[in-house]
């Protein structure tokens, strides 16, 4: 069993920051692509930001220049520092990943219980 555990979320006035942390434990050979997510109230669930594990990174047009995703491999971690947050960023924030449990063994996508953040103006 893999379980992925958000934290960070809250409530921050508009032009703060939050820094949200995931953290993956249990039987863990590797983990690939890390990725948060987002979905505020009446919406879908979008893409917000995406690492590899080379450290590759990718933002959606939204967050651009306001939030860096990182990972601490060593500590299968997950890192979203977001800074100028604004209004339109409220939503319940989830970790994504694709987990390989074991050698040779297909990826796993998993999913965190989610962190909300609520930004006021």
């Known amino acids: 069993q893999v379980q992925l555990v958000e934290s960070g979320g809250g409530l921050v006035q508009a032009g703060g920051s939050l820094r949200l942390s995931c953290a993956a434990s249990?039987?863990?050979?590797?983990?690939?692509?890390m990725r948060w997510y987002r979905q505020a109230p009446g919406k879908q669930r979008e893409l917000v930001a995406a690492?590899?594990?080379?450290?590759?990174?990718n933002y959606a047009d939204a967050v651009k220049g306001r939030f860096t995703i990182s990972r601490d491999n060593a500590k299968n971690t997950v890192y979203l520092q977001m800074n100028s947050l604004k209004p339109e960023d409220t939503a319940v924030y989830y970790c994504?990943?694709?987990?390989?449990?074991?050698?040779?063994?297909?990826?796993?996508?998993?999913w965190g219980q989610g962190t909300l953040v609520t930004v006021s103006s």
């Open positions: 994504n990943a694709g987990v390989r449990l074991r050698f040779m063994t297909p990826l796993r996508d998993t």
């Open positions: 249990g039987t863990i050979f590797s983990i690939e692509t």
């Open positions: 690492i590899t594990s080379g450290g590759i990174t």
